[in-house]
């Protein structure tokens, strides 16, 4: 049922689905619970004794500010007293990002304002320049980069200048989570205008690399999810070939994510901060490549705490919970 039928069951409960909060951190829950009251100090105390070059530092940065969309005005006045202060530049410029893409929205581009795209690009330009004072105020950190990402795609950077942001990361950190799922987007057809067999290799080159157990091997699950959303959306071919070609691209590659999940899924594999997120990526790529069992699996083990990339292409909270809701109890 649910996003598993795409028809969805009367009365189902949404209440234990989170939306962008993929993780499994009691200290991140009580700090974004203060954040969205107003209290800036528990997060940016977190952040602070939160090892450097760590998913887990990336995760902490990503959700303290998505909790703190619509209160970058209260980080920026303490930021004037601290205005050298790593942690407190980091986490506005990831904000202004997040406020920024608000703004944007993810729709195609000609469907965006141009009063709305003007804004955008004034906030990113800002984040940009709060982000690379962060890198000034702590060189060895890999997190402003990994969000620098994000500017860079929406000021519409060249690809060798994207490119040089990912490798900069990966210098700081090697197994960055948040670095390869940023790398996912900037090389999706919908952003980039490349050929889907590039976000493809992409995807099956981390898996290569990626040592098995390794969070890393679910990459290829988020380019996976990517080639279905560019599949699925194609509205313009013959019904005939739009059917032929999601085959072939989608359920066809049924052998392959099954592969990504026996090189992750291991028994004795060190569990990782960024697993919630890449249990929930690897879900939706196993449901559409028709290997449901396993995808139920996966979805039942982000324990409701979901992300917008892939939920959101589907229905997002509503359309999760009508799946699992049963086993979350």
């Known amino acids: 049922m649910g996003i598993f039928s795409w028809k969805r069951a009367p009365g189902v409960d949404v209440a234990g689905v989170r939306l962008d909060q993929a993780w499994v951190d009691a200290e991140l829950d009580a700090a974004w619970a203060a954040v969205r009251r107003g209290d800036l100090t528990p997060g940016l105390g977190l952040l602070r004794v939160t090892p450097a070059n760590t998913n887990l530092r990336s995760i902490r940065a990503t959700g303290l500010a998505k909790a703190a969309v619509g209160r970058s005005e209260q980080l920026e006045l303490r930021l004037e007293s601290y205005p050298s202060d790593p942690d407190l530049l980091l986490w506005l410029g990831q904000t202004l990002v997040f406020e920024a893409w608000s703004v944007r929205t993810a729709a195609p581009a000609a469907e965006v304002s141009e009063q709305r ?64 799922t940023g790398r996912v987007q900037v090389l999706a057809p919908k952003w ?107 979805a039942v083990l982000t324990t409701g705490r979901i992300e917008s990339v892939p939920w959101g292409y589907v229905g997002g909270v509503t359309g999760f919970a009508e799946t699992v809701s049963r086993h979350m109890s």
Request: with cysteine; hydrophobic share 50%.
């Open 192 to 298: 980039s205008g490349l050929e889907l067999t590039d976000l493809v290799e992409f995807g099956q080159a981390v898996l290569g690399r990626a040592r098995p157990g390794s969070v890393l091997c679910t990459i290829a699950a988020h380019a996976f999810n990517e080639l279905w959303l560019e599949v699925a959306s194609d509205q313009e071919s013959p019904r005939v070939q739009r059917m032929r070609r999601y085959v072939q691209e989608v359920t066809g590659r049924r052998a392959e994510l099954l592969a990504v999940r026996d090189k992750w899924w291991v028994a004795d594999r060190t569990p990782d901060p960024a697993d919630i997120s890449a249990h929930g990526a690897l879900a939706f790529a196993l449901k559409w490549a028709t290997a449901k069992d396993e995808a139920l699996e996966h």
């Open 117 to 180: 795209i003007l804004t955008f690009h004034s906030i990113l330009r800002t984040a940009a320049d709060v982000l690379q004072r962060a890198i000034v105020a702590n060189a060895d950190d890999a997190v402003p980069w990994e969000v620098l990402q994000w500017a860079a795609l929406g000021l519409g950077a060249s690809l060798p200048d994207k490119a040089e942001i990912f490798h900069a990361a990966l210098v700081r950190n090697p197994t960055s989570y948040a670095a390869h």
